[in-house]
């Protein structure tokens, strides 16, 4: 990647599973990765925690609290739980204006998280963008693809399906999602988002079914080059 290619991502909830996945994938690839917590001691731990994985000794990662990352950073990802998807993105709302926020939320609801249950704006980013406002792009994606493929450095049989507002943020979050070794689709309008987040529920189902961890979905009859 060259210095010019270099993108400064803030990763909200990135002490967890997808946040810490993702981390390693970008910050392997050269980007700059500012861990977002509510806690910022635990950001830094995380960061700690990443540099001792292979490839990520010198990488560009830092560790902040949550407002304080998206507020440094040129696109923010959002990984937190459903549960706290508002008041989050409340709390954030300022930092974020002139942004892309890839929201990778998924409206699952305890105990039947393998049961469809969508918000009334439709979806989780179509409800974020109703937050936010005009000031901020919001680009749906990752809802179906498990941490235990991005805490890895092969090529899963899973596909990114990627659902926004206009094409070149879309564009934007694909060149991402190469950059993490991933495989990416445009999927067109941020209203399709709805069908993206209502399979990760499908998925869930299918794991426990049949006993696996990390069910995906594929894209087939497109040339994948």
Not at 155 to 177: K, M, Q
Not at 186 to 211: F, H, M, P, Q
């Amino acid at each position: 990647m060259t210095e010019t290619c270099k993108r400064t991502i803030a990763i909200i909830g990135g002490t967890g599973k997808e946040g810490k996945g993702l981390a390693y994938r970008w910050g392997k690839a050269g980007h700059r990765i500012l861990i977002g917590s509510r806690d910022a001691v635990k950001a830094m731990q995380t960061v700690s925690e990443l540099r001792g994985k292979p490839g990520l000794h010198d990488a560009d990662l830092e560790g902040y609290e949550n407002f304080a990352a998206a507020e440094s950073a040129e696109i923010v990802v959002l990984t937190v739980p459903y549960a706290v998807h508002v008041d989050t993105l409340d709390y954030l709302r300022p930092a974020l204006q002139g942004k892309i926020l890839i929201d990778v939320t998924v409206p699952l609801v305890p105990p039947k998280v393998s049961m469809v249950q969508m918000p009334r704006e439709g979806s989780a980013a179509m409800q974020a963008q109703g937050l936010l406002g005009d000031g901020v792009t919001v680009v749906a994606a990752f809802q179906n693809v498990s941490f235990e493929h991005l805490m890895t450095d092969v090529v899963p049989e899973c596909d990114i399906l990627v659902c926004g507002r206009t094409r070149e943020a879309r564009e934007c979050v694909l060149s991402l999602i190469s950059d993490a070794g991933l495989v990416g689709w445009d999927a067109g309008y941020l209203e399709n988002s709805v069908v993206v987040e209502g399979l990760t529920s499908v998925l869930i189902g299918l794991n426990r079914k049949y006993g696996v961890k990390s069910a995906g979905i594929q894209i087939t009859g497109i040339p994948r080059e």
